[in-house]
């Protein structure tokens, strides 16, 4: 069964100090790799999409990494600002039955960071 | 940008009424999807349409129904409201249609049912 597990679930650092946080996943054949950010009452927010092991995305403090059985997203240096929620999804690769772009979510891990 | 519009952010109602909740998107996606979103059990999937006039159920569809007569929009039809789908409802839509990738999201409703 395809599944998206993140730690940890939740994450306190203060500004500056720098972290990751960890999305493994099993999936038969992986499609995509995809990034959110969501802040409290709002729509996730799309950050990046990681296709094959090896690939790195950078946006700002964020720096996004893939191996074959998971990803990590690197915050460098966080601000209060970063304080949000972050969303780790797959697709797996289209041949099974009822795939047709649907993504599969992890439950995600809650940063804050205190100035 | 690629703007996911919902009609209401936030949403009352109340126990066996009729929900219509609309969502336009504004890039030509051809995938569109409804979630919910609950504290401790993440994203599910309710329903998703990859073309207009076609629909497939996502992993919690039971009470839940959907419409996409135009490709911009889709709606999500609770029938007879319960108070077990007080939720955050949430529309995405993505450009690839089977291929999919990643997906964009709208503000979201809140509804709640008394």
């Known amino acids: 069964e395809d599944q998206v597990t993140q730690s940890p679930e939740a994450l306190r650092l203060q500004e500056g100090e720098s972290s990751s946080l960890n999305c493994s996943y099993t999936v038969s054949g992986l499609r995509g790799l995809f990034w959110y950010r969501q802040d409290p009452g709002k729509g996730p927010e799309f950050l990046f999409t990681?296709?094959?092991a090896g690939e790195e995305k950078e946006k700002e403090r964020l720096k996004a990494t893939l191996t074959k059985k998971e990803s990590f997203l690197h915050i460098t240096a966080p601000k209060p600002e970063d304080s949000a929620t972050y969303l780790c999804?797959?697709?797996?690769?289209?041949?099974?039955?009822?795939?047709?772009?649907?993504?599969?979510f992890g439950q995600g891990t809650t940063l804050q960071v205190k100035p | 940008d690629v703007k996911v519009t919902q009609s209401s952010r936030y949403l009352v109602k109340r126990t066996g009424e009729k929900v219509f909740l609309e969502c336009v998107q504004d890039m030509d996606h051809e995938n569109m999807f409804w979630y919910r979103q609950d504290p401790g059990l993440g994203l599910r999937l309710i329903y998703f349409s990859y073309d207009v006039k076609m629909k497939e159920k996502g992993d919690i569809p039971e009470g839940y129904s959907v419409s996409r007569e135009k490709k911009e929009r889709f709606s999500l039809i609770l029938e007879s409201a319960s108070t077990n789908q007080t939720s955050m409802y949430l529309c995405a839509s993505s450009p690839h249609g089977l291929v999919g990738g990643e997906q964009y999201f709208g503000p979201g409703t809140r509804l709640t049912v008394t």
């Open positions: 999804a797959v697709q797996a690769r289209l041949g099974g039955s009822g795939n047709t772009g649907k993504l599969i």
């Open positions: 990681l296709y094959s």
